[in-house]
């Protein structure tokens, strides 16, 4: 355990002396949690509507899966990849199920969502033997951090201070069909592939059009493309399906090529993974042209399974959609002439603002006791566990519906 005892100044002041600097300093300090609450170092309670960014989708310290991560620990913690364990294998065979992937599909598992996209960039770079260099993906896509996945992000901030990055990536407009049928007009048989998130989380989680998806999937198939859904955000139960691309409105029916998650997989332990469809791409990475250390640990599989497990046992799909349903009829319905929209599928929800409010408004609501996600100057996104209830969310609401006209006068 931590060295003594503390305040959260007294934690914030000996982040700042060890921790390298390049989130800023933290908020709070917690140090435990219950539910979708957490509490900091000075005792105060918060109403955790972010859920470690989509990934505590249990809540914090649920029993069922803490004690599956307790007894896999106590059994056998790590072993390397020169060999398997029964909690890797369930997981890939969960996992493939869950996805609908046909039969020779196979799945990578990694430690983290920017892994997984990571992974996704070099099975692309091996598409075709590398005969195919374009990589298409969206303006306001989000990836990861690492050289890879970075160059598959958009934002210039994230990018410029790393670059030269891999090339070969080109942004198309969001949800615009003509640029994306132009990009394939244009030397399509050069694109190795499209890579997109069927909702854009960091953006200020905003669905893909509908139909948008199912015409990527005629031209990636057309062309010979692969068709790459980011759903590390998005996938594992947060919009109330186990993929976002399963909702009609949003996929159309599409069977992708690969499908990329983590976060809320293993319910706040660190795993991730990549699922490619079929046995042409699930080839496409052979032996020693890929690794990790820590993928498919036999503790983050058994966390990720007991996830799962409990998805399914207390039937948190059905509940996500109805309580996002609700959630969102109620934002909207506060009449606060500061929102704009309410927008989001399942419990994956944007409070879009009329001005560019959403740090000091978070900031108000972290002050009020919740925790919310300025995600851009406009947007505000919550991401809360599925165990969330309506009297749980209600702050939230009463927050929201609360806002004062004047914080927007503040900044015009």
């Given at each position: 355990m931590p060295a003594g005892a503390g305040s959260v100044a007294e934690w914030t002041d000996r982040y700042t002396h060890a921790v390298m600097d390049t989130f800023g300093p933290p908020q709070r300090v917690l140090v435990r949690g219950e539910g979708p609450y957490v509490w900091d170092a000075d005792g105060r309670r918060y109403l955790d509507l972010l859920g470690g960014i989509a990934v505590n989708s249990l809540g914090h310290a649920h029993p069922t899966l803490t004690a599956?991560?307790?007894?896999?620990?106590?059994?056998?913690?790590?072993?390397?990849?020169?060999?398997?364990?029964?909690?890797?294998?369930?997981?890939?065979?969960?996992?493939?199920?869950?996805?609908?992937?046909?039969?020779g599909?196979?799945?990578?598992?990694?430690?983290?969502?920017?892994?997984?996209?990571?992974?996704?960039?070099?099975?692309?770079?091996?598409?075709?033997?590398?005969?195919?260099?374009?990589?298409?993906?969206?303006?306001?896509?989000f990836h990861g951090r690492s050289m890879g996945a970075l160059a598959l992000t958009s934002k210039a901030?994230?990018?410029?201070p790393f670059e030269p990055l891999p090339g070969g990536v080109e942004f198309l407009p969001f949800g615009d069909t003509d640029a994306l049928e132009a990009a394939f007009a244009d030397g399509g048989d050069r694109v190795a592939g499209l890579v997109v998130e069927p909702v854009q989380g960091e953006a200020g989680v905003r669905p893909l059009p509908p139909g948008y998806l199912a015409r990527a999937r005629e031209l990636t198939a057309r062309h010979g493309a692969l068709l790459v859904l980011d759903e590390v955000q998005s996938g594992m139960g947060r919009t109330g399906r186990w993929f976002a691309h399963q909702h009609p409105h949003l996929g159309g029916g599409v069977v992708p090529d690969v499908v990329t998650v983590a976060k809320g997989l293993g319910g706040g332990f660190p795993v991730g993974g990549l699922v490619a469809y079929g046995p042409d791409v699930a080839s496409l990475l052979g032996r020693g042209q890929h690794g990790t250390t820590f993928g498919g640990n036999p503790v983050a599989a058994a966390a990720a399974l007991a996830t799962i497990g409990v998805i399914e046992r207390d039937g948190l799909l059905?509940?996500?959609?109805?309580?996002?349903?609700?959630?969102?009829?109620?934002?909207?319905?506060?009449?606060?002439?500061?929102?704009?929209?309410?927008?989001?599928?399942?419990?994956?929800?944007?409070?879009?603002?009329?001005?560019?409010?959403?740090?000091?408004?978070?900031?108000?609501?972290?002050?009020?006791?919740?925790?919310?996600?300025?995600?851009?100057?406009?947007?505000?996104?919550?991401?809360?566990?599925?165990?969330?209830?309506?009297?749980?969310?209600?702050?939230?609401?009463?927050?929201?519906?609360?806002?004062?006209?004047?914080?927007?006068?503040?900044?015009?």
């Open positions: 599956a991560v307790s007894a896999q620990l106590g059994t056998l913690g790590h072993i390397s990849n020169f060999f398997a364990s029964p909690t890797q294998i369930a997981l890939a065979e969960r996992l493939l199920a869950l996805a609908g992937a046909p039969e599909s196979r799945v990578f598992l990694t430690n983290s969502g920017t892994e997984a996209n990571e992974a996704a960039f070099k099975l692309l770079r091996r598409h075709s033997a590398g005969r195919r260099p374009r990589v298409l993906a969206l303006e306001g896509g901030a994230y990018r410029e059905a509940h996500v959609t109805a309580l996002g349903e609700r959630l969102r009829a109620r934002l909207a319905g506060t009449g606060s002439p500061l929102v704009r929209e309410v927008r989001g599928e399942g419990l994956l929800i944007a409070v879009e603002l009329t001005a560019p409010v959403a740090a000091r408004v978070a900031a108000d609501a972290l002050d009020a006791g919740v925790v919310v996600n300025p995600c851009t100057p406009t947007t505000l996104r919550i991401a809360p566990p599925f165990v969330l209830t309506d009297e749980q969310a209600q702050p939230f609401v009463d927050l929201v519906a609360a806002l004062p006209a004047e914080i927007a006068e503040d900044v015009s």
